[in-house]
């Protein structure tokens, strides 16, 4: 079973010659089209303790697939910290953004045809919505 499924519609179909061109400035090559390419989801960001260092766990993720073989390319969401939202006006924010984040996730792994999905999250929303976004991909 070949595991590039679906980034394969981009990185071998020779009606994609710009999507490939695209790849290739990000310094993929023309070995790295024939592997699978997989997301990885980082809720990283500076204004919360539970995921100010999520970044540096991604690109931590990123060099394990390099040693599998595999393309790993990072991308970013939002996260929402209820502790520090709550008893705010903000809080009012909290449960909408497990969708935000699912949605977000979901968008991506669509859109740019990878074939796989790593989530890299902190905090109680955001393992849920990296969850949501994972059932409704079905892919590994």
Known sequence: MK????????????????????????????????????????????GNPCNMHLNDLAKLVKEGTQNEDVVGLIFNTIGVSDGISMGTPGMR????SRDIIADSM??????????????VVGCDKNMPGALMAMIRLNRP
Request: glycine content about 6%; hydrophobic content about 35%.
């Open 3 to 46: 595991l590039n499924k679906y980034s394969k519609t981009v990185t071998q179909d020779p009606t994609q010659p710009a999507a490939q061109a695209m790849l290739h400035a990000i310094g993929l090559t023309k070995e790295d089209f024939y592997k699978p390419i997989i997301g990885i989801a980082s809720t990283g960001y500076e």
């Open 93 to 96: 924010y909290s449960l909408p």
């Open 106 to 119: 979901e968008t991506v792994v669509q859109a740019m045809s990878y074939d796989g999905l790593i989530t």
